[in-house]
């Protein structure tokens, strides 16, 4: 017998296809363990970024993934007031995971999937800069989402603290 080409039944197919995946997505971003810091043990270095495409890095080797790091002249106080300041400004889903002495990570979450991004902050005194680290937890690329997180933050920071000067 020949079955006829119905929209509601292909609806209802497609549906539950989207319902499967975004499932799917949903379990893998809250699986994600949290990786280990070692910038919070030694206060100098952040883990190497992966092969994959999904991190960014003042200390990357790659230059797909290395960034500047941001100059600045003031106290380690003022500096860390200020990025806290600027990531409550511009980034509404930034929550403070870890502050210890000379080091800020941040937790970053994406709209609709909740996928968790980490930035972290270190604060080297000797060369008046902050270096910092943006990387995805899961996935292999992040469409650019972290490069473009970080220069955001990079134009607003230094916005901010030429208008403090």
């Not at 119905?6 to 197919?13: A, C, G, N, Y």
């Not at 499967?20 to 699986?31: P, Q, V, Y």
């Not at 930035?119 to 989402?145: C, M, P, Q, T, Y």
């Amino acid at each position: 017998m020949k079955r006829k080409f119905s929209v509601r039944r292909l609806s209802i197919r497609f549906g539950f296809l989207v319902l499967l995946a975004m499932t799917g997505l949903f379990g893998i971003s809250w699986s994600a363990k949290l990786p280990k810091f070692p910038a919070e043990a030694d206060g100098e270095r952040f883990a190497a970024c992966p092969a994959s495409p999904n991190c960014v890095s003042t200390q990357a080797t790659s230059s797909e993934q290395r960034m500047e790091p941001i100059l600045w002249e003031g106290s380690t106080a003022d500096a860390v007031n200020e990025i806290k300041r600027t990531m409550a400004r511009q980034f509404s889903r930034a929550e403070l995971a870890a502050e210890k002495p000379g080091y800020l990570r941040y937790k970053v979450s994406s709209f609709v999937f909740r996928f968790v991004d980490d930035v972290e902050f270190l604060f080297n005194e000797k060369l008046n800069r902050i270096e910092f680290r943006s990387a995805s937890r899961v996935g292999h690329s992040d469409l650019g989402a972290n490069r473009r997180r970080m220069n955001q933050f990079v134009a607003a920071f230094e916005n901010r603290a030429d208008q403090l000067d």
